[in-house]
C-alpha cells in the first residue's frame, strides 16, 4: 500500500498552503477588524482583494468542473476549473479549513461549492448561462434551503414546503431554515427542496428548484445564531417561502428528483467539510502545545504534567487516523464512485467533528479562561465545529448506515442451536 502523494497532489496542496501563507494568515487581523465595523452584513473588503490575487495566480475553482467524467463538449470553455479530483481537492481543503476565511479566497467555500456542482452537473444550459457562470466568476453568491423547523429534516421525505405546479409557474410556499449564506448581500439564488407530487413513491415526492432571493414572496426573517456566534458576513437564515411563483424551467434535473439531486450533492460536500475540520483540528493541536509549553504551574510547565503528554498524545493519534479514513474515501470516489465509497463518506461524517470537538476542548482546557473568550477563536471554532454533527445529516443518521450496512454482511448468518455441552461452558 504506497501512501506517497502523486506530484499533482503536492503540486496543488504546496501552493494552496504558500498561498494562505503569503496573503491569508498575515491578514488575519486586518480581516477581523473589518469584520466587526460597521454592518457586520457587508462583503469584506479583504476578502475581496485577496480573491482578486487567488484568481489572478490560477488558485481558483480548484474542484470546478466536477471530475465526474459528465462534462459536456459546449461546457469545455465557459466553465472552466482546475478540476481536482476529490483526493486532490481534500489535501487543499485541509489547508483552508486552518482559516476560516481561506476557503473564499479559492471561490470554493460552502454552500457555493455544492451548489456549483449541482448546476454543473445537472442544470439545462440556460441555466448555467444565468447562476452557474457568475457562481464561478466570483460575481454572487449562493444558498441552499433544504432543513425546516416545523419537521425532523433528518429524514427529508418529511419536508413540508410544497411546490404547486400553475401553468407555467411552481407555486412554493413553506418555511426554511438554517440556510447557510444568506446573510451575504451578494446572495441572489438559493437552490430549494420541496414537495411537488405528496401521492409520489416517497423519494420521489421531492424537487429541487432555483429561485432568485429577489422573487416576491422571499423574506429572510431572521438570522440565526451558533451558540451565540452569528457567522457574519454569511450567516444562516429563517426564510419565510410565501406564494413565491417561479418558471417551469427552473426545476433542476426534472419532477421528482429532488433526492437523486441531493445524494450526488452531499458526498463531496462531506469530505470537502471533514478535510476541512482536520484544518481546525490541526490548528487547535497547534494553539494547545503552544500554550502548555509556554506556562507554568505547580513548579513546571504545564506540558510536563502526564495528564497534558495523554492529550497531546491522543489529539495527534486522531488527527492522523481520520486523515487516512477521510483521503481513503476521497480515493475511493474517485476510483470507483460515490454509492461505491457511501460507508467510507458515512464514517468520516461522523469521526471528524467528534475528533476536533475533542481536541477543541482539550485545547480550551489548556487556555483556561482565555479558552473560552474570544482572544484564541478556539470558542468560536468549537461552535463551528459543533454544528457539523448536524450539517449534512446527523451522527445518527450516518451511523445507522453504517451499522445497516455491517448487518449486511451477516444478512443469511443463522445462529444454531447450541448442544448441552456448549451450554455448560456458557454458564
Request: hydrophobic content about 40%; aromatic content about 8%.
Amino acid at each position: 500500500m504506497d501512501f506517497t502523494l502523486t506530484e499533482r497532489e503536492t503540486y496543488f496542496r504546496d501552493r494552496v498552503k504558500a498561498f494562505i501563507d503569503k496573503h491569508v494568515r498575515p491578514r488575519q487581523k486586518e480581516y477581523l477588524a473589518q469584520v466587526r465595523e460597521g454592518d457586520r452584513w457587508q462583503v469584506v473588503p479583504v476578502v475581496e482583494e485577496v480573491k482578486a490575487i487567488a484568481k489572478q495566480e490560477g488558485l481558483w475553482n480548484l474542484f470546478m468542473p466536477p471530475h465526474s467524467g459528465q462534462q459536456h463538449v459546449d461546457d469545455s470553455f465557459e466553465f472552466e476549473g482546475e478540476q481536482l479530483t476529490n483526493l486532490e481537492y481534500a489535501l487543499c481543503a485541509e489547508e483552508m479549513g486552518k482559516i476560516g476565511w481561506a476557503s473564499e479566497c479559492f471561490n470554493c467555500s460552502a454552500p457555493d461549492t455544492g451548489n456549483m456542482e449541482v448546476l454543473h452537473r445537472y442544470g439545462t444550459r440556460d441555466q448555467k448561462d444565468r447562476w452557474l457562470k457568475p457562481l464561478m466568476e466570483g460575481e454572487i453568491r449562493s444558498a441552499f434551503l433544504m432543513t425546516e423547523p416545523a419537521v425532523a429534516s433528518s429524514d427529508a421525505t418529511n419536508i413540508e414546503t410544497s411546490m404547486v405546479r400553475d401553468g407555467d409557474h411552481y407555486v412554493i410556499n413553506g418555511r426554511k431554515w438554517w440556510s447557510s449564506g444568506t446573510g451575504d448581500p451578494r446572495c441572489k439564488i438559493a437552490i430549494v427542496m420541496g414537495k411537488t407530487n405528496p401521492d409520489a413513491a416517497r423519494h420521489a415526492q421531492q424537487s429541487q428548484i432555483l429561485v432568485p432571493l429577489g422573487t416576491p414572496g422571499v423574506t429572510i426573517e431572521r438570522m440565526l445564531s451558533v451558540y451565540g456566534y452569528d457567522h457574519a458576513p454569511h450567516g444562516h437564515g429563517e426564510v419565510v417561502l410565501k406564494d413565491v411563483r417561479v418558471p417551469v424551467e427552473n426545476v433542476i434535473l426534472g419532477e421528482g428528483r429532488g433526492f437523486e439531486i441531493a445524494q450526488g450533492r452531499l458526498g463531496p460536500g462531506r469530505i470537502h467539510h471533514c478535510m476541512r475540520t482536520i484544518g481546525v483540528a490541526e490548528t487547535a493541536i497547534e494553539a494547545m502545545a503552544k500554550r502548555l509549553v509556554s506556562r507554568i504551574a505547580f513548579g513546571k510547565r504545564i506540558s510536563d504534567h502526564s495528564v497534558w503528554e495523554q492529550r497531546i498524545a491522543r489529539a495527534r493519534i486522531d488527527i492522523e487516523m481520520t486523515r487516512l479514513l477521510c483521503l481513503k474515501a476521497a480515493d475511493m470516489m474517485d476510483k470507483a464512485g460515490n454509492k461505491a465509497a457511501k460507508d467510507e463518506i458515512a464514517m468520516i461524517k461522523v469521526q471528524a467533528p467528534m475528533m476536533a470537538l475533542q481536541i477543541l476542548d482539550d485545547a480550551i482546557q489548556a487556555h483556561g479562561g482565555a479558552g473560552v473568550s474570544g482572544d484564541f477563536g478556539l470558542a468560536s471554532a468549537w461552535a463551528s465545529m459543533r454544528t457539523l454533527r448536524f450539517a449534512d445529516g446527523p451522527d445518527e443518521v450516518h451511523n445507522r448506515a453504517i451499522a445497516r450496512s455491517e448487518f449486511g454482511k451477516y444478512a443469511e448468518f443463522k445462529a444454531d442451536r447450541p448442544d448441552s455441552g456448549q451450554m455448560a461452558a456458557s454458564r
